[in-house]
């Protein structure tokens, strides 16, 4: 079974460092998709952003990138210049493309940035 | 622009009570889901609906039932309300079942007593 792992639960960066979440994963797939999530205080759920995992080239969207590595089967998420409103909780997905359909989350990690 | 509906937003109910939680979304999406978020347990998928008129479960479904009711809607129904079943529920969707983005609507917070 698929796996998702984020063995931090609670982290704190100053406002405008750089912070990186980490999350490993267990697949004997070899097609997949890994997302990360926000969660803020108003409880919704927003994509952060997406890496598919036959590309190579890491995912970015503005402030925030990924280091993907396959083969360690790692996906931590950086946060640059992190901004106040940057606090929430940070979940790590997994989905394959076997058809099972599911979306795999790990346990989160909450993120507080400091003024 | 709606995304994904879900209701009520709150609900109180006794033990042995029954309840059913709404959800329908307006993006033609094929595939929808519930999740339930603890503390500390980030979120688990309840039930999923890879297709209108398919569901399967997910990781925890144990005291739940789920009804795919067209193409837009899918309900969850606690028959027997427990203790344990105190938590945030989520509804998502995606267009694209395994590969596209999830999205979520606000949740919904049950307490049971």
């Known amino acids: 079974a698929q796996t998702v792992t984020q063995s931090q639960p609670e982290m704190s960066v100053q406002e405008a460092e750089t912070v990186t979440l980490s999350c490993t994963y267990d697949?004997?797939?070899?097609?997949?998709?890994l997302f990360w999530y926000k969660q803020p205080p108003s409880r919704q759920m927003i994509l952060v952003i997406r890496?598919?995992?036959?590309?190579?080239q890491n995912a970015t969207e503005n402030r925030f990138s990924v280091n993907f590595q396959k083969a360690a089967k790692s996906f931590s998420l950086k946060i640059s210049d992190s901004q106040l409103g940057d606090t929430a909780m940070y979940f790590c997905?997994?989905?394959?493309?076997?058809?099972?359909?599911?979306?795999?989350f790990g346990t989160g990690t909450r993120l507080k940035v400091l003024a | 622009n709606a995304g994904v509906t879900q209701t009520p937003k709150f609900q109180v109910l006794k033990t042995g009570q029954s309840m059913t939680l709404q959800c329908a979304q307006d993006?033609?999406?094929?595939?929808m889901y519930w999740y339930r978020q603890d503390p500390g347990m980030g979120l688990r998928l309840i039930y999923y609906?890879?297709?209108?008129?398919?569901?399967d479960k997910g990781e925890v479904p144990n005291g739940y039932n789920v009804s795919r009711l067209n193409k837009r809607e899918f309900s969850l129904r606690l028959e027997s309300a427990a203790p344990s079943q105190t938590s945030v529920y989520f509804c998502?969707?995606?267009?694209?079942?395994?590969?596209?983005?999830?999205?979520f609507g606000e949740g919904s917070r049950l307490t049971v007593l």
């Open positions: 997905a997994f989905t394959d493309t076997s058809g099972t359909y599911k979306y795999i």
């Open positions: 998502a969707s995606s267009g694209y079942g395994g590969s596209g983005e999830l999205f």
């Open positions: 609906s890879a297709s209108e008129g398919t569901t």
């Open positions: 697949t004997s797939e070899n097609n997949y998709y």
């Open positions: 993006m033609n999406h094929n595939s």
């Open positions: 890496q598919e995992a036959y590309k190579q």
